[in-house]
């Protein structure tokens, strides 16, 4: 990346993380780390560099913190820190400036002038590590993940073993459209699967026995919902599918 460059890949790197953190309805704050005591290249470079990164702070608007000397022995840092569901701040996302690796590894670009030049380097993160980050999420949502992001989005349960094949069928069709299935076909009584069901926290449980595997239809729980009655397989996919799609978080 060329010097000049620096404030502008920064901006698409804020809006980058900002665009995440959003999806799965984070808060966070931002700080600025600056030069340490024990810090590698020039004052010049770092007071350009720290400016960058307070110019692509404030054209994207965001309020931040000075973090005194907490930058990087390579360059100045943003970090991006989480508040949790109790009010908890966690650092997660970074990015970071290094004029180092350019210089460790003799990078250079040729500049308008015909002269050599040093790029800079960007380091960026955006989830941080990512058992935390995992960690945040899951307390977030108290393991009642949206159905876009829950390891099964739909459990089917069996009354008796008579409609196994017919479960069976509709996984294999929900799978081709990408949804998450497990299928309970247990002989235990079916108050049973939909408690444990419920306990597992997922999304949408599809009961299907006698009668609707005769009528080609599905009995629907929704988990925030409590029951929707009973749809046609292919009414319920398109309504899960759009709802994936536009990432809800209720």
């Given amino acids: 990346m060329l010097p000049e460059q620096v404030r502008d890949e920064i901006i698409g790197v804020i809006e980058l993380v900002d ?4 999806v799965f309805g984070f808060r966070y704050h931002v700080e600025l780390s600056t030069k340490p005591e024990d810090s590698m290249g020039s004052q010049e470079d770092w007071d350009r560099a720290t400016n960058a990164l307070k110019e692509a702070l404030e054209i994207k608007g965001l309020d931040y913190r000075i973090n005194e000397g907490d930058g990087a022995f390579y ?21 970071q400036l290094d004029f180092q690796m350019p210089e460790r590894f ?4 040729v500049g308008s ?3 050599k030049h040093r790029p800079v380097m960007i380091h ?3 989830f941080g590590s990512i058992e935390r980050f995992i960690a945040i999420l899951t307390e977030q949502f108290a393991g009642a993940f949206p159905v876009w992001l829950s390891p099964v989005q739909v459990k089917f349960l069996s009354i008796t073993n008579r409609s196994d094949d017919t479960i069976a069928k509709m996984a294999k069709d929900f799978g081709k459209d990408e949804i998450r299935t497990e299928s309970d076909l247990r002989n235990e009584k079916i108050g049973y699967k939909i408690r444990e069901a419920r306990m597992e926290k997922v999304p949408y449980i599809l009961v299907v026995g006698d009668r609707e595997a005769e009528n080609g239809t599905v009995s629907v729980r929704s988990r925030s919902k409590g029951d929707l009655g009973t749809m046609k397989p292919e009414d319920f996919k398109a309504r899960i599918v759009k709802e994936i799609s536009e990432k809800a978080l209720d």
């Fill in 75 to 95: 360059g100045p840092k943003i970090d991006f820190h989480l508040e949790d569901c109790i009010g908890r701040a966690w650092q997660c996302g970074t990015i």
């Fill in 106 to 109: 003799d990078l250079t670009y």
């Fill in 113 to 115: 002038d015909g002269e």
């Fill in 19 to 22: 665009y995440f953190y959003k």
């Fill in 124 to 126: 960026r993160v955006v």
